[in-house]
């Protein structure tokens, strides 16, 4: 993957934002919808965007689709995404964003005993 692709998807605010939140760990479509405060078909477009370039990945869990960053990236993808981690630092409005973030449900979907952790 080159930079140019790379920057290419990050060029929109939106999967700017879902990529830093993803740095966090893995999310459903809701804890992004959530956070972004947009509706759930544009999280789904901008992360269909972002899985057909490779810059995320996704699993079902139950009836929830899990999003989070590729496992193996490669070595461009990795650079960049040391570098998005390091300016995420002093970025008010991605913090005052990750906050909401957080004070949200950490589960979604399915536990592993298949009892919902949010409706």
């Given at each position: 993957?080159?930079?140019?692709?790379?920057?290419e998807?990050?060029?929109?605010?939106?999967?700017?934002?879902?990529?830093?939140?993803?740095?966090?760990?893995?999310?459903?479509?809701?804890?992004?919808?959530?956070?972004?405060?947009?509706?759930?078909?544009?999280?789904?477009?901008?992360?269909?965007?972002?899985?057909?370039?490779?810059?995320?990945?996704?699993?079902?869990?139950?009836?929830?689709?899990?999003?989070?960053?590729?496992?193996?990236p490669?070595?461009?993808?990795?650079?960049?995404?040391?570098?998005?981690?390091?300016?995420?630092?002093?970025?008010?409005?991605?913090?005052?964003?990750?906050?909401?973030?957080?004070?949200?449900?950490?589960?979604?979907?399915?536990?592993?005993?298949?009892?919902?952790?949010?409706?």
């Amino acid at each position: 993957m080159s930079s140019a692709w790379i920057y290419e998807c990050l060029c929109d605010e939106t999967r700017l934002r879902i990529v830093q939140f993803l740095l966090e760990g893995p999310l459903c479509v809701c804890h992004l919808q959530e956070a972004l405060g947009i509706s759930q078909a544009r999280v789904s477009q901008h992360l269909a965007y972002l899985r057909k370039r490779g810059m995320v990945e996704s699993r079902r869990r139950g009836t929830w689709m899990i999003y989070s960053l590729p496992k193996t990236p490669g070595p461009d993808l990795k650079k960049h995404l040391a570098l998005l981690k390091d300016c995420s630092l002093t970025d008010e409005k991605f913090h005052a964003a990750l906050k909401k973030l957080r004070l949200m449900s950490a589960g979604c979907g399915p536990a592993e005993n298949g009892t919902p952790t949010k409706a």
